[in-house]
């Protein structure tokens, strides 16, 4: 019995487990969430199924941290040149670093 991958409303991957129960055999009765289209719906499957679905939604997880952390990269980055290139034209001064006074 595979996991189920994809919504059955929008076919969205990112499936969440809001609840589970255990059933007879072993089997686990969940719920999922689409964070997608928001519909929730109910599956029954092996526990090693569910682990199979747990492994993937944490490789997903790492891959959307990874991204973030290499986005953050980028754009300190691309403002660290900017902020060289402004120091190196004169363009800032103190003043461009005073607390702002509010209206």
Known sequence: MAPTDTCPSCGSGLLQ???WEQLAGGVLDVRLRCPDCETCFRVSHSAATMRELDLRQ???????VAA???MVTES????ATSLTA???R???TADDFAP????
């Open 17 to 19: 487990p809001l609840q």
């Open 58 to 64: 944490t490789a997903g997880r790492e891959r959307l």
């Open 68 to 70: 973030y952390q290499e």
């Open 76 to 79: 300190m980055e691309a403002l």
């Open 86 to 88: 402004a120091f190196a």
């Open 90 to 92: 004169d363009l800032l």
């Open 100 to 103: 702002r006074l509010s209206p």
